[in-house]
Protein backbone atom coordinates (compact mmCIF):
# COMPACT_ATOMS: atom_id res chain seq x y z
CA UNK A 1 0.00 0.00 0.00
CA UNK A 2 0.86 3.85 -0.24
CA UNK A 3 0.85 4.03 3.78
CA UNK A 4 2.25 2.49 6.44
CA UNK A 5 -0.75 0.86 7.74
CA UNK A 6 -0.13 -0.29 12.14
CA UNK A 7 -2.69 -2.27 13.98
CA UNK A 8 -4.03 -1.91 16.33
CA UNK A 9 -4.92 1.61 17.25
CA UNK A 10 -5.52 0.82 20.34
CA UNK A 11 -4.25 -1.77 22.95
CA UNK A 12 -5.13 -2.77 26.33
CA UNK A 13 -3.53 -5.55 28.21
CA UNK A 14 -3.10 -6.41 32.05
CA UNK A 15 -0.10 -6.17 33.49
CA UNK A 16 1.56 -10.04 32.80
CA UNK A 17 -0.54 -10.29 29.82
CA UNK A 18 1.08 -10.34 25.81
CA UNK A 19 1.03 -7.65 23.35
CA UNK A 20 1.03 -7.65 19.85
CA UNK A 21 1.13 -4.93 17.23
CA UNK A 22 1.40 -5.58 13.77
CA UNK A 23 2.63 -3.31 10.79
CA UNK A 24 2.23 -3.37 7.34
CA UNK A 25 5.17 -0.80 5.19
CA UNK A 26 4.43 0.39 2.28
CA UNK A 27 5.03 -1.50 -0.30
CA UNK A 28 8.31 -1.74 -2.03
CA UNK A 29 10.22 -0.58 1.12
CA UNK A 30 13.27 -2.77 2.66
CA UNK A 31 13.35 -1.28 5.49
CA UNK A 32 11.40 -1.58 8.83
CA UNK A 33 11.90 0.16 12.40
CA UNK A 34 10.08 0.29 14.87
CA UNK A 35 10.19 3.08 18.00
CA UNK A 36 8.33 3.81 21.29
CA UNK A 37 7.58 7.10 22.33
CA UNK A 38 6.76 7.21 26.01
CA UNK A 39 4.35 10.06 26.98
CA UNK A 40 4.65 12.48 23.78
CA UNK A 41 8.28 12.81 24.81
CA UNK A 42 11.08 11.73 22.48
CA UNK A 43 11.04 8.75 20.16
CA UNK A 44 13.06 5.93 21.42
CA UNK A 45 14.48 3.29 18.72
CA UNK A 46 13.79 -0.27 19.34
CA UNK A 47 14.43 -1.85 16.14
CA UNK A 48 14.70 -2.29 12.23
CA UNK A 49 14.58 -4.39 9.80
CA UNK A 50 16.31 -4.83 6.22
CA UNK A 51 13.81 -7.44 4.48
CA UNK A 52 13.07 -10.33 6.82
CA UNK A 53 16.45 -9.53 8.50
CA UNK A 54 17.29 -7.93 11.54
CA UNK A 55 19.77 -5.00 10.85
CA UNK A 56 19.69 -2.68 14.24
CA UNK A 57 18.59 -4.24 17.51
CA UNK A 58 20.23 -1.96 19.44
CA UNK A 59 17.12 -0.32 21.11
CA UNK A 60 15.38 -3.77 22.02
CA UNK A 61 15.06 -4.69 25.59
CA UNK A 62 16.92 -7.60 26.15
CA UNK A 63 14.07 -9.67 27.83
CA UNK A 64 10.12 -9.66 27.26
CA UNK A 65 10.51 -7.29 23.48
CA UNK A 66 11.16 -9.38 20.39
CA UNK A 67 9.75 -8.52 16.75
CA UNK A 68 9.71 -10.57 13.36
CA UNK A 69 9.27 -9.39 9.11
CA UNK A 70 8.28 -12.58 7.66
CA UNK A 71 7.78 -12.87 3.66
CA UNK A 72 4.39 -12.07 2.80
CA UNK A 73 3.18 -11.02 6.40
CA UNK A 74 2.90 -7.89 8.57
CA UNK A 75 5.68 -7.25 10.23
CA UNK A 76 5.01 -7.87 14.56
CA UNK A 77 6.23 -6.75 17.51
CA UNK A 78 5.14 -8.59 20.50
CA UNK A 79 5.53 -7.94 24.39
CA UNK A 80 5.59 -10.66 26.95
CA UNK A 81 4.62 -10.27 30.67
CA UNK A 82 3.60 -6.51 30.43
CA UNK A 83 5.07 -4.33 32.59
CA UNK A 84 2.69 -0.85 33.25
CA UNK A 85 6.48 0.64 31.80
CA UNK A 86 5.65 -0.68 28.45
CA UNK A 87 2.79 1.41 27.96
CA UNK A 88 3.42 3.75 25.31
CA UNK A 89 2.40 4.89 21.64
CA UNK A 90 4.53 2.17 19.44
CA UNK A 91 5.33 3.55 15.98
CA UNK A 92 6.43 1.50 12.63
CA UNK A 93 7.97 3.15 10.15
CA UNK A 94 8.96 2.15 6.38
CA UNK A 95 11.58 3.32 4.39
CA UNK A 96 13.20 2.14 0.84
CA UNK A 97 16.79 2.57 1.71
CA UNK A 98 18.59 2.45 5.46
CA UNK A 99 20.72 5.60 5.88
CA UNK A 100 20.00 8.57 3.93
CA UNK A 101 16.27 8.22 3.23
CA UNK A 102 13.62 9.24 4.71
CA UNK A 103 11.42 6.89 7.26
CA UNK A 104 7.05 7.09 6.46
CA UNK A 105 5.68 6.63 9.60
CA UNK A 106 1.99 4.81 10.29
CA UNK A 107 -0.17 6.21 12.73
CA UNK A 108 0.85 4.25 16.15
CA UNK A 109 -0.55 1.72 18.47
CA UNK A 110 -1.24 3.12 21.98
CA UNK A 111 -0.37 0.25 24.60
CA UNK A 112 -2.03 0.72 27.89
CA UNK A 113 -0.80 -1.61 30.21
CA UNK A 114 -3.01 -1.74 33.46
CA UNK B 1 23.02 11.03 26.89
CA UNK B 2 21.20 12.77 24.19
CA UNK B 3 22.53 12.85 20.89
CA UNK B 4 19.77 15.47 19.49
CA UNK B 5 18.53 18.37 21.18
CA UNK B 6 15.32 20.52 21.09
CA UNK B 7 15.89 22.78 23.45
CA UNK B 8 13.01 24.76 23.21
CA UNK B 9 9.80 22.77 24.31
CA UNK B 10 7.47 25.58 22.41
CA UNK B 11 7.38 28.36 20.44
CA UNK B 12 4.95 30.80 19.37
CA UNK B 13 4.64 32.95 16.34
CA UNK B 14 2.28 35.10 14.70
CA UNK B 15 0.61 34.26 11.73
CA UNK B 16 2.28 35.61 8.45
CA UNK B 17 5.78 35.67 10.36
CA UNK B 18 8.76 33.63 10.17
CA UNK B 19 9.02 30.77 12.22
CA UNK B 20 12.41 29.54 13.39
CA UNK B 21 12.65 26.08 14.99
CA UNK B 22 16.52 24.61 16.13
CA UNK B 23 18.14 21.74 17.21
CA UNK B 24 21.93 20.72 18.17
CA UNK B 25 23.43 17.60 18.15
CA UNK B 26 26.33 15.73 19.23
CA UNK B 27 27.38 13.19 17.25
CA UNK B 28 30.14 14.37 14.59
CA UNK B 29 28.88 11.29 12.73
CA UNK B 30 25.54 12.31 11.68
CA UNK B 31 25.38 12.69 7.93
CA UNK B 32 21.48 13.24 7.10
CA UNK B 33 18.92 15.13 8.96
CA UNK B 34 15.24 15.44 8.87
CA UNK B 35 12.93 17.75 10.05
CA UNK B 36 9.69 15.73 11.02
CA UNK B 37 5.77 17.27 11.69
CA UNK B 38 3.63 16.05 14.20
CA UNK B 39 0.02 16.05 14.52
CA UNK B 40 -1.94 14.65 17.83
CA UNK B 41 -2.49 10.62 17.29
CA UNK B 42 -1.14 10.68 13.79
CA UNK B 43 2.31 9.56 13.36
CA UNK B 44 5.13 12.10 12.14
CA UNK B 45 4.95 13.18 8.42
CA UNK B 46 8.74 13.85 6.84
CA UNK B 47 9.07 17.41 5.85
CA UNK B 48 12.55 18.62 4.92
CA UNK B 49 15.84 16.49 4.90
CA UNK B 50 19.99 17.89 4.03
CA UNK B 51 22.84 15.67 4.18
CA UNK B 52 25.85 16.91 5.71
CA UNK B 53 27.22 17.91 2.28
CA UNK B 54 24.37 20.54 2.13
CA UNK B 55 24.22 23.92 3.98
CA UNK B 56 21.09 25.04 2.70
CA UNK B 57 17.91 22.75 1.83
CA UNK B 58 14.57 24.92 0.67
CA UNK B 59 11.06 23.50 -0.44
CA UNK B 60 8.38 25.47 -0.64
CA UNK B 61 7.88 28.05 2.54
CA UNK B 62 10.23 25.48 4.89
CA UNK B 63 14.59 25.93 4.74
CA UNK B 64 16.49 24.16 6.41
CA UNK B 65 19.99 25.03 7.13
CA UNK B 66 22.99 22.80 8.63
CA UNK B 67 26.01 24.78 10.58
CA UNK B 68 28.06 21.48 10.61
CA UNK B 69 30.93 23.32 12.89
CA UNK B 70 28.46 24.55 15.50
CA UNK B 71 26.44 20.76 15.29
CA UNK B 72 23.33 22.86 14.44
CA UNK B 73 20.23 23.36 12.55
CA UNK B 74 17.86 25.14 11.73
CA UNK B 75 14.22 24.96 10.22
CA UNK B 76 12.76 27.85 8.79
CA UNK B 77 9.03 27.79 8.21
CA UNK B 78 8.07 31.68 6.09
CA UNK B 79 5.29 32.64 6.07
CA UNK B 80 4.10 30.78 8.86
CA UNK B 81 0.75 29.33 8.52
CA UNK B 82 -2.33 28.02 11.01
CA UNK B 83 -2.42 24.62 10.16
CA UNK B 84 1.64 24.70 10.68
CA UNK B 85 0.82 24.36 14.43
CA UNK B 86 2.35 21.16 15.21
CA UNK B 87 5.36 19.33 17.18
CA UNK B 88 8.13 19.80 15.00
CA UNK B 89 11.01 16.78 15.31
CA UNK B 90 14.47 16.98 14.26
CA UNK B 91 16.35 14.05 13.30
CA UNK B 92 19.91 12.69 12.46
CA UNK B 93 21.08 9.78 10.92
CA UNK B 94 24.21 7.27 10.87
CA UNK B 95 22.06 4.48 9.77
CA UNK B 96 19.16 4.62 12.50
CA UNK B 97 17.37 7.78 12.60
CA UNK B 98 17.66 9.47 16.34
CA UNK B 99 15.10 12.14 17.43
CA UNK B 100 15.34 15.05 19.42
CA UNK B 101 12.13 15.62 21.65
CA UNK B 102 10.19 17.71 19.69
CA UNK B 103 9.26 21.81 19.74
CA UNK B 104 5.77 22.53 19.56
CA UNK B 105 4.98 25.18 17.20
CA UNK B 106 1.80 27.42 17.97
CA UNK B 107 1.09 29.65 15.14
CA UNK B 108 -1.39 32.49 16.32
CA UNK B 109 -4.22 34.25 14.52
Known amino acids: GEEVAQTPKHLVRGEGQKAKLYCAPIKGHSYVFWYQQVLKNEFKFLIS????????ETGMPKERFSAKCLPNSPCSLEIQATKLEDSAVYFC????????????FGNGTRLTVT | DQQVKQNSPSLSVQEGRISILNCDYTNSMFDYFLWYKKYPAEGPTFLIS?????DKNEDGRFTVFLNKSAKHLSLHIVPSQPGDSAVYFCAASDDKIIFGKGTRLHILP
Open chain 1, 93 to 104: ASADLSGNSPLH
Open chain 2, 50 to 54: ISSIK
Open chain 1, 49 to 56: FQNENVFD
